[in-house]
C-alpha cells in the first residue's frame, strides 16, 4: 500500500470508528507501528487528526472536509474516465451547470485543463468556484445559499431562487444511486430539491456516474430516467446492466 492509500486508509477507519489505537491501525494498514506513527505526525501537523492519550481520532472541526476527500477518492480513476467523456459535450457559448458532486468536482478539473472559450456555469459547489476561478475565459455564477455540510453543497430557497433566475443549456448532475425502475435517487431531501428544479430548468440533463452508482440505492427519488438525456459511466458497468439500459431505451456511454 502505497502512502497516499495509507493515509486516506487512516482518515477512513477514523470517521468511522471515532478513535483508534496506533496498534490497531497498524495492524488494518499492514504496516510498522513506527510507520503509522509518523504518518499520524504528518496528519496532525495538517490539522486533520489529534493524537491523544492511548491512540488518535479526527480534529471534528476538520472532519467535513475529510468526508469531501475521502468521496472525492472513492473510484477517482473512473470518474476521471467520465469527465474525460463528458467534457466533449461541452461547447463554446454554452452554459452549463455543475452540482456539488465529487464526479462533477472532477469534470470541473478536466473543465480547467480545457480551452473552452465564453463558457458560463452555474454551481453549487463552493469547490467547484475554486477550482475554476482562475479561469478568464469563463463566468461562474454561484447559486449562494445555504451550506450542507454533509455534502459541501448550497442549498435552500436562496440556491433555488437562482436557479430560477437563469437559462441552462446542459447540466450535469450525480447522485448516490440510479436504475431503471426507480430513475435517479439521493438520501438528502436539500439535494432532491436543487436537483429535481435544475432538471426542471435544463434543456440538457446528462447524467454522469460511476458504475458503483448502478448498484447502490437510496431513499428518495430525484426524477425518473424519462427526465434524463443522456448517462455517462465508466468502462467497468457490468455489460448485463448496460445491455438492460440499452434494451429500455435509455442512451447510456460508458
Known amino acids: 500500500m502505497i502512502p497516499f492509500e495509507r493515509r486516506e486508509k487512516i482518515l477512513a477507519l477514523l470517521k468511522k470508528e471515532k478513535f483508534c489505537k496506533i496498534s490497531y491501525l497498524s495492524k488494518r494498514l499492514n504496516a510498522s507501528y513506527m510507520t503509522v506513527h ?60 455543475l452540482d456539488s458532486s465529487t464526479t462533477c468536482y472532477v469534470l470541473a478539473k478536466e473543465l480547467s485543463a480545457r480551452d473552452i472559450n465564453n463558457i458560463t456555469l452555474v454551481t453549487t459547489s463552493p469547490f467547484i468556484i475554486h477550482e475554476l476561478s482562475d479561469c478568464i475565459n469563463m463566468n461562474i455564477i454561484s447559486t449562494g445559499g445555504q451550506l450542507d455540510t454533509r455534502t459541501k453543497g448550497f442549498v435552500g430557497p436562496l440556491a433555488i431562487n437562482t436557479l430560477d433566475q437563469v437559462h441552462i443549456s446542459t447540466a450535469f448532475i450525480s447522485s448516490g444511486a440510479i436504475s431503471v425502475e426507480q430513475g435517479i435517487k439521493s438520501s438528502f431531501p436539500f439535494i432532491v430539491e436543487i436537483r429535481k428544479r435544475v432538471i426542471e430548468k435544463a434543456n440538457k440533463v446528462i447524467f454522469i456516474g460511476d458504475n458503483s452508482k448502478f448498484h447502490n440505492n437510496s431513499l428518495l427519488t430525484i426524477a425518473p430516467l424519462s427526465k434524463i438525456d443522456l448517462i455517462i459511466t465508466d468502462s467497468q458497468l457490468d455489460q448485463k446492466i448496460l445491455n438492460y439500459f440499452l434494451e429500455k431505451g435509455i442512451k447510456i456511454i460508458n
Open 38 to 97: 509518523r504518518m499520524l505526525n504528518e496528519l496532525e501537523r495538517e490539522g486533520l487528526v489529534k493524537k491523544v492519550h492511548g491512540g488518535v481520532r479526527l480534529n471534528e472541526s476538520t472532519s467535513a472536509k475529510i468526508m469531501f476527500e475521502l468521496r472525492m477518492n472513492v473510484n477517482l480513476p473512473q470518474k476521471r474516465e467520465i469527465a474525460k467523456k463528458a467534457i466533449d459535450f461541452i461547447e463554446e457559448d454554452d452554459i452549463i451547470f
